[in-house]
């Protein structure tokens, strides 16, 4: 478990750091899926139940902890942006009619790609209903404005799905609308509660915004260099579903022209018969590993943001969750 030193020189393990709050926004969450209607109650719980890191709810706590907020507001937005996240795997894993997550069978598997949609919707107006409860306008902005980028993001994705040309600037572009912006609003939440300055703010924003890049970029590679049992969800599924991924984009231009054309194959036909190989051409070009390079300049850029904020506990584990998110295997 990784320790992180408090300001007086002892140490505690990350956990530990923010084990009370998250337990705050796991009770929060567990009372806010209550509905009158019995299968919302059984697959919200179902896919809030399977855990994850709740990364997005962290940062809430960690920023708003590190600019000396203390109020129960931030228990409510950290389970606010959890729910828009949940929604948003919840769709993901119907469009990309995805079978495994986090272990075991996602809700669209088990309860169908109807259902699981209108649960979509359903934690997505929930989470709009929370967030209006803590009675900021500026709170709706960031929110409302997150949740319309991240759409725009799924359909950029959906767009490019199958295209072995596309330009590493617009998939990195997908990667910023979809799964960064709501890395980006956390981080900023946490700032706005604590009535940071505007400068502040857009620094907490724009380590959000890095991180949530690198965690992306990561989560990529891993496709080709992960193991099943250690991701929770099945090795090679970009590929199934077409998605021209960095790993993918950087064996191309590294590639022989016959590594080339099999990549660009699969990519075009969305198969996974050839795996084996591709994986073979992704780790032989080093794409994996420049891959990775791209997440640490992202994750650089985001340590350098966090120089705004006062020396804490809380400014470490944010330093020390940017150095666990570049190394992860899962």
């Known amino acids: 478990m990784t320790a992180v030193s408090n300001v007086s020189g002892s140490t505690l393990s990350f956990a530990d750091l923010v084990a009370a709050d998250m337990g705050e926004v796991d009770a929060l969450i567990r009372r806010r899926l209550s509905s009158d209607v019995a299968l919302i109650n059984q697959i919200s719980h179902y896919i809030i139940s399977a855990g994850g890191k709740r990364l997005r709810p962290m940062l809430v706590l960690l920023f708003a902890q590190a600019l000396g907020f203390r109020g129960p507001e931030r228990f409510e937005l950290a389970a606010t942006v959890e729910f828009i996240h949940t929604a948003t795997l919840l769709h993901d894993d119907v469009v990309d009619e995805s079978a495994l997550r986090r ?61 072995p040309d596309l330009a590493i600037d617009d998939y990195l572009r997908v990667i910023r609308f979809k799964t960064a912006k709501l890395f980006e609003a956390s981080a900023r ?12 703010e857009t620094a907490c924003a724009d380590y959000g915004r890095a991180l949530g890049t ?56 969305g198969e996974v018969q050839r795996l084996p190989e591709i994986i073979e051409i992704v780790r032989s070009t080093g794409a994996l590993e420049a891959t990775r390079e791209v997440a640490r300049a992202e994750v650089a850029r985001a340590c350098a943001a966090l120089s705004v904020l006062p020396a804490s506990q809380y400014r470490e584990a944010l330093l020390h969750l940017c150095a666990q998110s570049t190394e992860r295997s899962s």
């Not at 939440?189 to 502040?200: H, N, T």
């Open 103 to 163: 272990g075991r069978d996602t809700a669209n598997a088990r309860f169908g790609n109807a259902a699981s949609v209108l649960v979509g919707d359903f934690l997505y107006s929930r989470a709009f209903q929370m967030m209006v409860s803590v009675n900021r306008m500026k709170v709706l902005e960031v929110l409302a404005d997150a949740t319309n980028v991240i759409a725009e993001g799924e359909v950029l994705q959906l767009m490019n799905m199958h295209d």
């Open 189 to 200: 939440l946490g700032a706005l509660l604590a009535d940071a300055s505007p400068d502040v």
């Open 214 to 269: 690198a965690f992306q970029l990561v989560d990529d590679l891993l496709d080709y260099e992960g193991a099943t049992s250690a991701l929770g969800k099945n090795i090679g599924d970009d590929l199934r579903e077409g998605k021209p991924t960095l790993p993918l984009l950087v064996a191309m231009t590294r590639g022989t022209p016959a590594q080339r054309d099999v990549v660009r194959a699969a990519i075009v036909q």
